[in-house]
């Protein structure tokens, strides 16, 4: 079983600070993949990583994928209260015909004014 | 388009009950998937398919029959509930040049008494 572990599990920030979230295994991943998930609703997929080194940005959020591939952080700059959510990364391993997705336990995120 | 449709969105069943939960796409993804969300655990999968007719294990089958008929639905069936499969459901997709779930539908919280 490939175990991706999540940290830190629970964090609250001030609208306007930065953070980090990381995501960590002891696996290689093919790819990696965060999701952001509100109360009642499912995953919404925000970027996928296939690299060893890649940074991808999406306005605010930056993802890097580490060097070897077993690794990832999530970094958000300026948060806002949209921010708010479950941030769920998942690590993938080609097996066979299809890819297996193994989710970390997730960072809760709460952003207050 | 409607992307992908889980029904119900909520259910309590007794113990020794069966039911069918509903999931459907419109995007023509070949990739369909199950995944059930118990609280502080992350998304374990309990099955997938990679086409119509074709179903495979997840991590957490047992309890748990699949079927393909269509590219369109992917119905997961609870023969004898049991406590234990008290979780959120959620079903996912993808196309078939990204084998890892894009998109989820909103989930269907169940509860076994």
């Known amino acids: 079983t490939q175990l991706l572990e999540q940290s830190p599990q629970f964090l609250s920030i001030q609208e306007g600070e930065n953070l980090t979230v990381y995501c960590n295994s002891s696996?290689?991943?093919?790819?990696l993949q965060w999701y952001r998930q509100e109360p009642g609703e499912g995953p919404v997929l925000l970027v996928t990583?296939?690299?060893?080194?890649e940074v991808k940005k999406l306005k605010r959020l930056t993802f890097q994928f580490g060097d070897a591939r077993k690794d990832s952080s999530l970094h958000i700059t300026a948060a806002q209260p949209g921010d708010t959510g479950l941030y769920l990364c998942a690590g993938a391993a080609n097996t066979g015909t299809a890819s297996k997705l193994t989710f970390g336990t997730g960072t809760r995120l709460q952003v207050t004014l | 388009n409607a992307g992908v449709t889980q029904t119900p969105k909520f259910r309590i069943l007794k113990i020794g009950q069966s039911m069918t939960l509903q999931c459907t796409q419109d995007m023509n993804h070949n990739y369909m998937y199950w995944y059930r969300q118990d609280p502080g655990m992350g998304l374990k999968l309990i099955y997938y398919?990679?086409?119509?007719?074709?179903?495979d294990k997840g991590e957490v089958p047992n309890g748990y029959n699949i079927s393909r008929s269509t590219t369109e639905d992917f119905p997961l069936r609870l023969e004898l509930a049991a406590p234990s499969q008290t979780s959120v459901y959620f079903c996912?997709?993808?196309?078939?040049?990204?084998?890892?779930?894009?998109?989820f539908g909103s989930g269907t919280r169940l509860t076994v008494v």
């Open positions: 696996s290689v991943f093919s790819s």
């Open positions: 990583v296939v690299t060893g080194g």
């Open positions: 398919s990679v086409g119509a007719g074709i179903t």
């Open positions: 996912a997709s993808s196309y078939s040049g990204n084998q890892l779930p894009g998109t």
